[in-house]
C-alpha cells in the first residue's frame, strides 16, 4: 500500500509541474501566431509586389516597388524602383509602420492603386484588407503560390 501511495504522489508532482511549465509558456512566451498569406486575397490582386514603404506624417505613404512577383510582364516591370501611392495602406491589417511589405494590388476605375480585398466568404465578412510584412515565412508562401500566366494560350 506504500509503494501505491508514493506512485500516486509522484504522479500528482509530475502533474502540477506539467500544468506550471504551460502556464509558464502561455503567460510568458513572446511567439506570435504565424502570419499566413491569403491565397484568395493574392487570386483576386492584379499586382503582387514587394515594395518599401515610407510613411510621411499624416499622408498616405510612398510606396516604392522593388520587386514584381506577378505579372512577370514587360508593363509589370516598368514599374520596379518607382514609387506609387496606395491610399488605404495605413487602414490595413498588418501595417506596423514603415519597412519592406508584400502588396496585393488592385487597380480601380481612377488608374491608382489599392490593396486587394479580401473575397466575401461566409461567416468572415467586411475584413479589412491584408498586407504582409517581408520576410523568410512570407516570401517562402508567396513563391509556393502559383498564378496563371497573363498571356499563357490555353492547351488543347
Not at 130 to 152: G, H, M, W
Request: with cysteine; glycine share 4%; proline share 9%.
Amino acid at each position: 500500500m506504500k509503494w501505491a501511495r508514493i506512485r500516486l504522489a509522484v504522479a500528482a508532482l509530475l502533474f502540477v509541474a506539467w500544468l506550471g511549465w504551460l502556464f509558464y509558456l502561455a503567460a510568458f512566451s513572446n511567439a506570435r501566431p504565424p502570419v499566413i498569406l491569403s491565397r484568395l486575397q493574392l487570386d483576386n490582386s492584379n499586382f503582387d509586389v514587394i515594395a518599401s514603404v515610407a510613411q510621411t506624417d499624416n499622408q498616405p505613404p510612398k510606396v516604392t516597388i522593388e520587386d514584381v512577383h506577378w505579372p512577370q510582364t514587360r508593363a509589370a516591370e516598368k514599374l520596379l524602383h518607382t514609387t506609387i501611392s496606395v491610399p488605404d495602406l495605413l487602414s490595413c491589417e498588418g501595417w506596423k509602420g514603415p519597412g519592406r511589405y508584400i502588396l496585393p494590388l488592385v487597380t480601380n476605375w481612377k488608374g491608382s492603386y489599392e490593396v486587394a480585398p479580401l473575397p466575401r466568404t461566409p461567416g468572415f465578412e467586411g475584413a479589412k484588407p491584408r498586407i504582409y510584412v517581408e520576410n523568410a515565412d512570407t516570401l517562402k508562401q508567396l513563391n509556393s503560390i502559383t498564378k496563371p500566366d497573363v498571356f499563357a494560350l490555353p492547351s488543347q
